[in-house]
């Protein structure tokens, strides 16, 4: 399974941005950062996870929430291994732990926020945003 580390989580008000990292680790033999699919969650309390945006490291192909289509972009950096979240325009409503996912995929595969089928996940960042 490969490892899982995000940063950039933090308190603002609405309208604010923030932009959140993901760095990625511990590939098995033969499996590089390219064969992953890779998202973001969240989880607000009392709720349940839900997906906010997919990449798709091999092809950059992406799929986005509607609730945050316009405001948020998913982005990776293939030197760096890292995943990161632009966050603009943010709302209450976005406030959340936010949690990074993957699992392998690759061009034939089909992005979806099905949560059973991510394999790994980082510990999360907390996104609070003030009204």
């Known amino acids: 399974q490969v490892q899982l580390v995000e940063s950039g989580g933090g308190s603002v008000q609405a309208g604010g941005s923030l932009r959140l990292s993901c760095a990625a680790s511990?590939?098995?033999?033969?499996?590089?950062?390219?064969?992953?699919?890779m998202a973001w969650f969240r989880q607000a309390p009392g709720k349940e996870r839900e997906g906010v945006a997919v990449?798709?490291?091999?092809?950059?192909?992406?799929l986005y929430a509607d609730s945050v289509k316009g405001r948020f972009a998913i982005s990776q950096d293939n030197a760096k291994n890292t995943l990161y979240l632009q966050m603009n325009t943010l709302k209450p409503e976005d406030t959340a732990m936010y949690f990074c996912?993957?699992?392998?995929?690759?061009?034939?595969?089909?992005?979806?926020?099905?949560?059973?089928?991510?394999?790994?996940w980082g510990q999360g960042t907390q996104v609070t945003v003030s009204s």
């Open positions: 511990g590939y098995t033999y033969g499996i590089t950062w390219k064969n992953y699919c």
């Open positions: 990449l798709y490291t091999g092809g950059g192909s992406t």
């Open positions: 996912a993957a699992k392998l995929c690759g061009y034939w595969s089909s992005l979806s926020f099905t949560r059973s089928t991510y394999k790994s």
